[in-house]
């Protein structure tokens, strides 16, 4: 009884995770396809904006061909792809992930460089990545503004991918329970990193959180050979 009782736990447990894979993705990608919508928007507007410039040039308003330039450079850096690590699904993440902390008043400070064709899946990137960012933006809410940063370091360590998240947080130092920082989200939200240990020891890489001193810090290194 114990054993058929244990199977439809982890039965229960598996669909509980698969759910939420789908819905981290479709998320991702939503956010993802709405950032490339507001670039195609402003493209689209390119040559209206370059007319009603010209006019203003021909009229001789320097000034209001100034203010203009100035309002367009405001608009188009809020769309614009600042992260390009050379791997195109780490870009779209990061850039989706950077216009929402940026949206909601977190500094982010990202460098990220992906040289080689990784091994891991692009599935196992997005959950990675995409928890991360978001346990961070959801930490760093907590602050008030000026206090909220969040730092992202990605980069090749020989034939390991190295991966570090840091952020500020409320509390001085993160309570462990049965080995585990627990999030804040509520009941059912702790699959992110339940997804992110799986695919961690999966892939036969290293995991190491760190609570001190107001900073939470989660590095990763995935072999990629």
């Known amino acids: ?3 058929f009782l244990r199977k439809l736990l982890d039965k229960q447990i598996d669909k509980e995770l698969s759910a939420y894979q789908r819905e981290l993705i479709d998320t991702h990608y939503q956010e993802v396809e709405n950032m490339y919508r507001q670039m195609r928007g402003w493209r689209h507007d390119y040559r209206n904006h370059i007319q009603t410039m010209k006019v203003l040039a021909e009229n001789g308003d320097m000034e209001a061909v ?10 188009l850096n809020t769309v614009d792809t600042v992260i390009k690590t050379g791997n195109p699904m780490a870009d779209a993440i990061l850039n989706s992930k950077i216009s929402l902390s940026r949206s909601r008043g977190i500094e982010t400070q990202v460098e990220a460089h992906i040289p080689v064709r990784l091994k891991m899946s692009e599935l196992d990137l997005c959950v990675v990545l995409g928890n991360l960012f978001d346990n961070a933006i959801e930490a760093s809410m907590e602050l008030p503004q000026e206090q909220r940063l969040i730092r992202v370091y990605m980069d090749m360590k020989g034939t390991q991918l190295y991966i570090s998240f840091t952020n500020f947080t409320a509390a001085k130092k993160k309570k462990k329970v049965k080995g585990r920082y627990q999030t804040t989200k509520g009941e059912g939200h702790g699959f992110g990193l339940v997804r992110i240990d799986n695919i961690i020891a999966r892939l036969d890489g290293y995991l190491s959180r760190n609570s001190e001193d107001g900073a939470f810090t989660t590095e990763i290194l995935i072999p990629q050979v």
């Open 1 to 3: 009884m114990a054993f």
């Open 66 to 75: 100034i203010a203009y330039l100035e309002r367009l450079d405001v608009d």
